[in-house]
């Protein structure tokens, strides 16, 4: 551990000044829907960015299903991508968009529960162990690479036994996000008197009766909503450039899932025409949780030069996601795309407002039924069998 925190002590100095890699330019860089003009905020950008929840490669976990890898390095890049993602979105959940890291500083005990989902254990609700043995249903081996698609498919499974984040996961099909689906989803009706003590304290319907919903109103279950998307054949097409830039301006981006193939990178904003991203691609050791409850984050939050590449060079098949607390966030995002990304005569994607009759009924997950509950549920892949995967067929349009 000494090893490796003195390697991010010497990569302060490096944090100062890696923005002298970035062009001397007036243009504004996106990161997750917030603007940074690079000649007056670069210290607000430097701070935007090192505050995102970084994950990468580890070793020396414990294996994965009792007898599989101890080490994700070489295959897991998708799977921590697909953390980082969902990561952001728990932070803006619990802390808001706005909220900062800044280092060796006490941080909200909200913080230190949602990094303890992502712990690589198998008791972790978000761990690679969780995420691994759960895309076993989904048709990848263990060790396997994931795609964009797949790691979403994953990550709105293990999101049905989270009751403390309480997030609505929808993965759009055949590049169509459907709002009466999505409504029906996340409208959710709140508790009664009698019922709210059965409840965690920190759960959607408990926290909006506080804020005064009345009771029998229904209550917004919070959405992480992800845009699995093929623009284009075997490179991106450059006229779905403008629209994919435009999605990092969105208040309720989270970035993008994506890269090249097999090698993976989170998207989180774009200068000009370079896309901004996080690299998993780093094996650092296991981190576990200390005695004190807490964990040591500081190989959690990348203090590198941000790395960036050519937006036609990233690979057309990609997940966008976004995050809507309240419905009203998720009718803001709806009029913004209407706006911004259905202008175009070739669509990146459609939003529609009713579910398409030629398409199977709409069910909202629900968590199945097995033997233990919450993020211990999967200790081998029989008990995925619990799972109906045909709800969950995709096709992705060309």
């Known amino acids: 551990m000494e090893s490796v925190l003195s390697r991010y002590e010497n990569q302060i100095t490096i944090f100062a000044d890696y923005l002298e890699e970035f062009p001397d330019t007036d243009e504004l860089v996106w990161i997750l829907g917030k603007p940074h003009l690079l000649k007056t905020e670069k210290s607000k950008l430097l701070s935007d960015i090192s505050a995102r929840l970084w994950f990468t490669y580890r070793r020396k976990f414990s294996p994965i299903g009792g007898t599989g890898p101890s080490s994700d390095a070489g295959w897991g890049c998708m799977l921590r991508c697909g953390q980082m993602m ?33 712990l690589d254990r198998k008791d972790c609700c978000y761990s690679i162990h969780q995420m691994a043995q759960m895309g076993v249903g989904e048709g990848k081996s263990i060790g396997e690479w994931f795609g964009p698609n797949t790691v979403a498919q994953v990550l709105k499974k293990l999101a049905l036994f989270d009751e403390w984040n309480s997030l609505a996961v929808y993965v759009s099909m055949d590049n169509t996000v459907v709002i009466e689906d999505i409504k029906k989803m996340c409208r959710v009706l709140p ?22 919903t009345p009771v029998g109103r229904p209550a917004w279950k919070p959405l992480l909503l992800i845009v699995p998307l093929r623009l284009g054949i075997n490179q991106i097409n450059p006229v779905y450039v403008d629209a994919f830039k435009e999605c990092f301006k969105m208040p309720q981006s ?14 989180i904003g774009f200068l000009g025409d370079e896309l901004i991203f996080l690299d998993p691609h780093t094996t650092q050791t296991f981190v576990d949780t200390e005695e004190n409850g807490t964990v040591d984050d500081q190989t959690f939050h990348c203090l590198q030069s941000p790395q960036r590449m050519n937006i036609l060079n990233l690979d057309p098949s990609v997940a966008l996601g976004f995050f809507c607390k309240e419905e009203k966030d998720f009718d803001s995002w709806c009029s913004l795309v209407q706006k911004e990304i259905l202008k175009e005569n070739l669509r990146m994607f459609e939003l529609v407002q009713k579910h398409p009759s030629h398409w199977p009924p709409f069910v909202p997950p ?8 919450g993020a211990e549920f999967i200790d081998s892949t029989e008990q995925l069998e619990e799972f109906d995967l045909e709800e969950d067929f995709e096709i992705l349009s060309v």
Do not use: M
């Open 86 to 118: 969902l990561a952001q979105a728990l932070i803006c959940r619990h802390l808001g968009r706005d909220w900062n890291w800044e280092k060796q500083k006490e941080q909200p005990k909200e913080y230190q529960r949602i990094l303890q989902c992502f």
């Open 191 to 212: 508790l009664s008197t009698d019922t709210v003590g059965e409840s965690p304290p920190d759960t959607l319907n408990a926290s909006n009766q506080s804020k005064g």
């Open 254 to 267: 989270l970035g993008a899932l994506g890269g090249k193939p097999n090698n993976a990178y989170y998207f």
């Open 366 to 373: 629900a968590k199945p039924e097995v033997t233990t509950t």
